[in-house]
């Protein structure tokens, strides 16, 4: 009985030290708000941003600068777009050891807005 234990115990130990990973998923409508405003969908973008950081227990240091804070106005400037529709994203985070390395996608149709001209109605 003891070596059945003994056994179970590290078995559960080393899935647990070896590789661990966690990830989410999430919807949204759009990046800004587009209420009754006429757009043309020109295409659908995926982009993946990873970055890596050594974490010891509680305490995290990264290695490269995470690209969240800007990331949609970041792939709206590459592709020459408006805004976002339709977006579909996920995280996810990889433990290698101490080192982890964390990736994020976003999946969305690049939209543009029509130069509106000025229609004035008559009476």
Not at 9 to 30: D, K, Q, W
Not at 52 to 58: G, S
Not at 66 to 93: C, F, H, Q
């Amino acid at each position: 009985m003891k070596h059945l234990i003994k056994i179970t115990t590290i078995f559960i130990f080393s899935i647990v030290l070896v590789n661990c990973a966690s990830s989410s998923v999430g919807i949204a409508t759009s990046n800004k708000p587009i209420p009754n405003t006429p757009y043309e969908t020109t295409k659908t973008v995926e982009k993946i941003f990873t970055w890596y950081a050594v974490d010891l227990l509680v305490i995290g240091f990264p290695i490269t600068e995470p690209p969240v804070t800007d990331l949609y106005e970041r792939i709206m400037e590459e592709e020459s777009g408006d805004a976002l529709v339709n977006i579909r994203y996920w995280n996810d985070k990889s433990f290698f050891g101490p080192l982890t390395r964390y990736r994020f996608s976003v999946k969305g149709d690049l939209v543009r807005f029509p130069s509106q001209s000025t229609t004035k109605s008559k009476k």
